[in-house]
């Protein structure tokens, strides 16, 4: 499954089991930049939904059309 098609849920898991094999302290250099780099993916994945959720709820709340109101 590409990053980009999980859930919220599964990039949290994936990042804690990077966060795992990087704590552990026992991979070659290489190995350890590729997770490094799938981590910070799985970070940003989770940042972009959350971000979107929080928009999702701000809609749903009217918090949205507040805003606009008061910038007009």
């Known amino acids: ?13 994936q990042l804690e ?3 795992r094999r990087l704590d552990a302290g026992d991979l ?3 190995e350890s930049i590729r997770c490094f780099q799938d981590g910070l ?3 940003r994945l989770c ?6 959720a929080e928009g999702t709820l701000k809609i ?6 507040v805003e606009m109101q ?3």
């Open 1 to 13: 499954m590409e990053i980009k098609e999980m859930s919220y849920e599964q990039a949290m898991e």
């Open 17 to 19: 089991q990077v966060l």
């Open 28 to 30: 070659p250099l290489e």
């Open 41 to 43: 993916e799985y970070i």
């Open 47 to 52: 940042q972009a939904k959350l971000t979107a």
């Open 60 to 65: 749903l709340r009217g918090e949205e059309f």
């Open 70 to 72: 008061e910038s007009i």
